[in-house]
């Protein structure tokens, strides 16, 4: 038998012995029988390498059969048909009305979740597009995790848009072939624009110093140049002409991109490349719409074939303009604040959020006239918001002025933050280009939007703007929502808002304009991504009932959703998987609602469904007030987690190394992972079972009647099934005193004796114990509550494997534990050191207790050197006999301690990969 199979088999042996006494725990007592076959050398850590990687390989087997699941089915012979039969319209007028409005807009955001290796990503799209999911397909790359910068993440992004636009290309041509066949006096006359893709990788600046204008405008040049590349290869044999004139300007545009990667922090250098870029060149293209026009009178005498290869890059065009796709930049509204404060505000004794505030926005507004501004204007700018501004007018004036581009503002909270933007958009001359976006996610923020966005649409130059633009624009967010308000609650919050949107809109006469509705979800459940069906993950961030709201007010519905990071671009990791995403949404038609539907009684019912709510929200929001909570979250700091971004995972205001993190200084996406890791996804389930407390059976039938009430059971279950309270209490158990001290009491251990005594010293003061059993013991009484409530639920669709699955992420949580046991024993273990740099070997044990396991070896290494000049690298005449046998260095402590602590967190992280994997997403 495997050591795989056997650590399953024990597990289920152990769970048996629950029923002897509730308190005991099998994940622990599986991670001590591990620990001490560890110590005692029976079981070593080459042997447990190979079972990681065993684990490891199952865990990516999962991701790539979820993969496939969600988007099935993958062939391309199965979408095309799919597109085909959606395809069939009745008139050209109607046909033409459906298809050439984007049914979604997809943004590809640099989020933090690059779980995987490039070569690891490869590999589960392949096995996920072909269907040969297995072994010898998805584990066929090393684990070794790839540096991440903004450089990579960036070309990670590129090559999704490119496999994107490649199957947006196949349904465009498909379309025109389709309009070709049943109205062919009419059909180049299409223009098919079902999707529309955008990037905000490089120009999202809201928490982050390491993205400077030069970046945003080198990342836009160099997207220029790939992009006219893209359009010269498909142009080489229909209009060869026009493809050397696409090529010329792309490689223009790349010495562009080159010279902008310089450094330009000296004037000259940076006049030198602005006058280069700002000046005319025959191979400069601001605009393909004299291309367009060139493409589509070649088109309009052209043979059917080589008029429908044309068309489809025309389609491109003007879905893409001179870039991979639109941009977004985005802001923090304090940002915008500290910006427009200089001119409405400049003694800082105006309250931004005051009536008086927005009179003088009013006057602001009315008085703006459009200032020229150049590179010089840009690189001396010191307010973030009004460089951004600065960057925008130089990419409309000298490198894309066609694709308009959208201004995203973080925490916005004020309808005064958007008006100046609007006035910065107006002052620098892009306002009819830029479409300003409040972003609502915060809980005020959720609160209050619904009055938030009725004053911000009672402004008369905000009504103009719109009218102008087209469309009303505005984010909504699952990361910080979910974390600070709980999933379920955060979901019907936005819907709220989304509701009121359209109210706001035919209260303030806005129906001829669009609202654009982008809903920036992650790929896990904790942030927003639906893992039941690609179904469910439409509809649960822009619910039917939603959507509803915009058709009855006749509002053209714009929906947008974003694929964030290495997680969200693997539905775009081969062609086929690209192709197959499109299709789900085609299929879905987010944009779309029947305005005639029966109401669901989730709605309905409010006296029951409102009660619900706020019962779940307000569980939410105890554990986040308690000290429980919060204390448990950050117990190992972010040790837990690997790096998987460029980004921060702990705000950069907040870098100090505090022994007692608070969950504001870590981020959504490292918050939901550190869920995942301690094995109990709580702002997913935590609070449906308290909120039904005393009224199951109504409760039940309304979930049951509810199509909306079906989707929160749905993904409460499938976090269930991954959620395991025993593994949280488990994590306590590592910081009690008196499981240490009488780990070796029967004499059987002594080899670590002095060790397990030592740390039972040590942790007698600490609190980490009481805070995980106090945890664990809310959430058994919530989760006994919940299974009340799904006994009164049919289970509609079991999930497959669940038991198995449930088995391998309790053998993981075990090895892992005992890989913690092995670091705490050995740092515990280290001999004394002199205090150095104000670290004292205290200080290093409580930096392995918080799992800083690169900190606290960089200050052994540094107590105990090995590498420092030998006796033979002198030449000196004079004998010796020092050093003799006697005097050894510091090998041994290296290899007993320091090194093992090293291999053992490499393993620990492997491990916090493969459980990642298993929840289908990180963070």
């Known amino acids: 038998m495997s050591l795989s199979a056997r650590l399953d088999a024990r597990l289920q042996e152990l769970h048996a012995r629950t ?4 308190l005991f725990n099998p994940v622990f007592q599986l991670g001590l029988e591990l620990s001490r076959e560890l110590e005692n050398g029976s079981l070593s850590l080459e042997a447990l390498d190979a079972l990681v990687g065993e684990l490891e390989c199952e865990g990516l087997m999962a991701r790539a059969s979820r993969l496939a699941r969600l988007v099935a089915p993958v ?13 069939e319209a009745g008139t050209f007028e109607a046909f033409a009305a459906h298809w050439q409005v984007p049914l979604i807009h997809a943004v590809f955001t640099a989020h933090p979740t690059f779980l995987l290796s490039q070569r690891q990503s490869e590999a589960v799209a392949a096995a996920a597009s072909s269907g040969e999911i297995g072994a010898q397909t998805v584990c066929v790359a090393p684990h070794e995790h790839d540096p991440i910068t903004l450089d990579s993440e960036h070309a990670a992004a590129m090559a999704a848009l490119a496999r994107a636009q490649t199957a947006r290309d196949r349904i465009n041509a498909l379309l025109l072939a389709e309009a070709r066949r049943h109205w062919p006096q009419q059909w180049r006359g299409l223009a098919p624009l079902p999707v529309r893709l955008a990037s905000w990788v490089g120009y999202d600046m809201d928490g982050r110093t390491d993205i400077s204008w030069a970046t945003s405008l080198r990342y836009r040049l160099s997207e220029k140049a790939e992009r006219l590349e893209r359009y010269a290869a498909q142009l080489a044999n229909s209009a060869p002409d026009i493809a050397a004139q696409l090529t010329r300007a792309g490689h223009y545009a790349g010495r562009m991109a080159a010279l902008f990667a310089q450094d330009l922090s000296d004037p000259a250098a940076l006049s030198a490349a602005a006058d280069t870029l700002t000046a005319d060149h025959p191979d400069k293209l601001t605009s393909l719409n004299p291309v367009i026009a060139a493409l589509e009178a070649i088109a309009a005498s052209a043979d059917d074939a080589r008029a429908e290869a044309l068309l489809v890059v025309v389609a491109a065009m003007r879905a893409d303009g001179l870039g991979m796709g639109w941009i977004h930049f985005r802001v923090n509204a304090s940002q915008l604040q500290n910006a427009i404060r200089r001119r409405i505000d400049p003694t800082g004794k105006l309250d931004l959020a005051s009536q008086a505030a927005l009179v003088k926005m009013r006057e602001l507004l009315a008085e703006a006239r459009p200032l020229r501004t150049n590179f010089a204007a840009l690189a001396i700018e010191n307010s973030t918001a009004i460089r951004q501004f600065l960057a925008m007018a130089q990419i409309l004036h000298h490198v894309d002025s066609d694709a308009p581009i959208r201004m995203l503002v973080a925490e916005c909270e004020q309808p005064t933050t958007v008006l100046a933007a609007l006035y910065f958009a107006q002052l620098f001359g892009i306002a009819d280009k830029v479409d300003v976006s409040p972003l609502f996610e915060t809980e005020s923020a959720l609160e209050h939007g619904g009055r938030f966005l009725d004053a911000l649409l009672a402004e008369e130059a905000y009504r103009a703007y719109a009218r102008g633009r087209g469309r009303i624009a505005i984010q909504t967010g699952f990361s910080d929502a979910g974390r600070f308000v709980g999933q379920i609650p955060a979901a019907l919050a936005i819907e709220r808002l989304q509701g009121r949107l359209s109210e706001a809109m035919v209260a303030n006469g806005l129906t001829d304009v669009a609202a654009l509705v982008f809903n920036t979800h992650g790929e896990s459940m904790g942030r927003g991504a639906h893992p039941a069906s690609f179904s469910d993950r439409t509809e649960w961030p822009l619910s039917p009932w939603a959507r509803r709201r915009f058709a009855r007010a006749g509002i053209r519905l714009e929906p947008e959703v974003s694929f964030q990071g290495g997680d969200g671009y693997l539905f775009f990791g081969t062609p086929e998987l690209a192709l197959a995403t499109l299709t789900r949404f085609a299929e879905a038609a987010p944009a779309e609602a029947d305005a005639e539907a029966a109401p669901d009684p989730f709605y309905r019912r409010t006296d029951l469904s409102l009660d619900f709510y706020r019962a779940i929200r307000r569980f939410q929001a105890a554990q986040l007030t308690s000290r429980t909570y919060p204390r448990a979250v950050t ?11 460029s980004r921060k995972s702990r705000r950069q205001s907040d870098l100090a190394a505090d022994r007692e ?3 504001r200084q870590i981020r959504a996406i490292p918050h939901n992972a550190v869920l995942q890791q301690l094995g109990y996804p709580v702002n997913v389930i935590a609070g449906f079972g308290t909120a039904a407390d005393g009224n199951y059976e109504e409760i039940a039938v309304l979930l049951r009647s509810s199509p909306r009430g079906q989707q929160m059971v749905r993904l409460v279950r499938a976090a269930n099934a991954l959620a395991s309270i025993k593994t949280v209490a488990a994590f306590g158990e590592l910081f009690n005193s008196a499981y240490w001290s009488s780990r070796p009491y029967r004499g059987d251990e002594n080899g670590i004796a002095d060790a397990c005594l030592a740390l039972a010293e040590y942790l007698t003061t600490d609190d980490r114990t009481g805070v995980f059993r106090r945890l664990a013991s809310r959430l058994r009484v919530d989760a006994l509550k919940l299974h009340r409530l799904l006994e009164l639920i049919p289970d509609e669709a079991p999930l497959e494997g669940r038991e198995h699955t449930r088995r391998t992420l309790g053998v993981l949580q075990a090895l892992r534990l005992a890989l913690f046991q092995h670091m705490f024993l050995r740092a515990v273990s280290v001999p004394a050191f002199s205090r150095a740099n104000d670290i004292a070997r205290e200080d290093v044990l409580e ?9 606290a070896l960089a200050q052994l290494r540094r107590a105990f050197p090995v590498h420092f000049p030998g006796i033979g690298d002198f030449t000196v005449d004079e004998p010796t006999d020092y050093p003799d046998d006697a005097a050894v260095g510091y090998e041994a402590i290296h290899r007993d301690f320091i090194e093992p602590i090293e291999r053992a967190q490499a393993l620990s992280l492997r491990i916090t ?11």
Not at 847 to 855: C, G, N, Q, S, W
């Open 19 to 22: 029923a002897e006494t509730p």
């Open 75 to 87: 062939a391309p012979s199965d979408n095309i048909k799919r597109i085909a039969a959606l395809a």
């Open 635 to 645: 117990a190992f700091g972010l040790g837990l987690l690997n790096d998987t971004g």
């Open 661 to 663: 993190m608070s969950l």
């Open 847 to 855: 930096m392995v207790f918080t799992l800083r396991i690169d900190e």
């Open 913 to 923: 990969t493969t459980i990642a994997n298993l929840f289908g997403a990180h963070g």
